[in-house]
């Protein structure tokens, strides 16, 4: 595959992207990563997972801006925009944020909360007359915000334009009933999203595009931010030849990648939902957690309390799966993922429950990711197109080592090549394929770390759509051979260690299969940090 890796740190382009997407002014002066206590060399690292993530087919492009005391340090992009035509991925393309969307309709209801126009006790049936039935009733705003109403996943069964308007939505929402009693448990509901949209449509007698543009992406100046619904005329909106095509990742590792969205067809959405159908860039999303981050502020103009954003923050779930009553899956170790009022929070999993979440921000199921750390003023981004993988959940790893903690494995492992070259060798990322047939293979990554007691853990994936890690137990490691169950999955791995490779057998549900894998080359240069 041809390497697209457009642009370097300090924001530089080639004159293609300079053509084809002038720059656009995003609010955050560009300054070298050393000016703002840095490594440049831990951000070309971060860079190369990104680049090999494309390499490996495993998003189909991808844009990546860190921003450090409001200052950008790294701001590139790697591979299309649309791959059947050829067009490569360009500074401040505009992404299908999907979920993303969820903190600004939370937004929107803090702000009629803070104006007296609702109230978190309010019930859902005081504005949606679909919620007022015996089901339904007693679902409130604040059961809504944090996904806690008991709703289902999601009200649509025949596709996005099963229903009229966003009313109607949340009629049938309230009509239908929740799947499990309020308040018993948090579920994550795009449904119970869109209601609280239907509830700003009702309370303020705006549609819900037209209170976020008035009440927070005009203030916030998010120029690139908006909704590609039916009543936008592509003709005349400049911002619609930005948009990226949409691909979805297929079932195994020979489907690869497939296109089921391009700017060139009918919207995807027919009007804006509470849920999803807002679409940004990095740079615009920026400036909404920057606002998260000065309490409400932007300069010297409120756009929420103080009060709002503390309810928004503070964590009120462990946060789960979708569709799932299993732990959501973060790369950050040490840490637990949670969620508040429309917010995806980080907390260390040892921190007393009144802890200030560490790292905020939210995703979006198309492969968005936005993080923010108050306390040190810096954001990343990564925004994909490219539905179905999870390498945003392989970045926070990387993130948390080159950028948060680059000096912690060293003062933590407190061994080095010469007095253990085997556990030495063996940190970091590892790729690989369980033989599944004469024709097919699994593609499996593996990554070893140090945990805070100084031990030696390993996680397993697989790599076809991006990385959701399983804990490895009954790890032993030697010399010459490695070895390690993974009991929820009932299998079991045992095979020989070379310089950087490891050849074995894979053992699951009585069969036995072979797997092969080689450190991923960019680790030994990250390890050199």
Not at 345 to 372: C, F, M, N, R
């Amino acid at each position: 595959m041809a390497l697209l890796f457009l642009a370097a740190t300090g924001v530089r382009a080639d004159e293609k992207d300079a053509a084809s997407s002038p720059r656009q002014e995003t609010g955050f002066p560009v300054a070298t990563p050393e000016s703002q206590g840095m490594s440049e060399k831990a951000l070309d690292s971060l860079a190369a997972v990104v680049r090999h993530s494309f390499e490996k087919d495993q998003i189909v492009g991808a844009e990546l801006l860190v921003i450090k005391n409001r200052r950008t340090v790294l701001h590139e992009v790697v591979g299309w925009r649309d791959r059947e035509n050829k067009t490569l991925m360009t500074h401040n393309t505009i992404f299908n944020i999907r979920s993303m969307t969820k903190p600004l309709t939370g937004a929107a209801i803090q702000i009629l909360i803070d104006r007296g126009d609702l109230k978190l006790s309010d019930r859902a049936s005081k504005y949606i007359p679909g919620f007022d039935n015996a089901k339904s009733n007693g679902i409130t705003i604040e059961q809504l915000l944090a996904h806690r109403s008991g709703l289902p996943l999601s009200a649509f069964t025949i596709g996005p334009r099963q229903f009229k308007d966003l009313q109607a939505i949340a009629n049938t929402v309230g009509e239908k009933g929740p799947q499990f009693p309020p308040s018993s448990k948090f579920w994550y509901s795009d449904a119970g999203s869109d209601v609280l949209g239907a509830i700003v449509e009702k309370t303020s007698g705006k549609t819900l595009d037209e209170f976020w543009h008035r009440n927070l992406l005009d203030p916030l100046a998010m120029h690139d931010t908006f909704c590609a619904i039916d009543r936008i005329d592509k003709q005349s909106e400049p911002r619609w030849g930005r948009l990226a095509s949409l691909y979805m990742a297929g079932q195994s590792q020979n489907k690869g990648w497939f296109p089921f969205w391009k700017p060139t067809g009918k919207p995807l959405y027919p009007f804006a939902w509470g849920s999803q159908t807002l679409y940004s860039t990095p740079a615009d999303y920026a400036r909404f957690l920057a606002m998260w981050m000065d309490d409400g502020m932007v300069k010297d103009k409120r756009i929420l309390s103080a009060a709002a954003i503390a309810r928004t923050l503070t964590p009120v779930s462990n946060m789960k799966s979708l569709g799932s009553d299993r732990p959501y899956p973060t790369g950050f170790p040490g840490f637990d993922t949670f969620y508040g009022q429309m917010s995806v929070l980080y907390k260390k999993s040892d921190a007393p429950q009144e802890a200030k979440p560490v790292v905020i921000g939210h995703s979006g199921s198309d492969g968005t990711w936005a993080w923010a750390w108050p306390e040190q003023d810096l954001m990343v981004f990564y925004f994909t197109q490219s539905r179905g993988q999870r390498t945003g959940i392989g970045l926070e790893f990387r993130i948390n080592r080159l950028l948060i903690q680059p000096k912690a494995p060293k003062t933590e492992l407190r061994i080095t090549a010469e007095n253990d070259p085997s556990l030495s060798r063996v940190i970091g990322e590892w790729e690989g394929k369980i033989e599944i047939g004469k024709t097919r293979a699994q593609q499996i990554l593996w990554r070893f770390e140090i945990s805070d007691s100084g031990e030696l853990v390993g996680f397993m994936g697989p790599a076809n759509r991006g990385v959701a890690w399983i804990p490895m137990q009954n790890l032993v490691l030697t010399d010459s051979e490695i070895s390690f169950d993974v009991k929820s999955q009932k299998g079991k791995y045992k095979g020989l260690l070379t310089e950087d490779k490891v050849s074995g057998t894979w053992s699951q549900r009585g069969g036995s299969r072979p797997m092969k894998m080689t450190k991923i080359n960019f680790d030994r240069q990250v390890g050199e940090e």
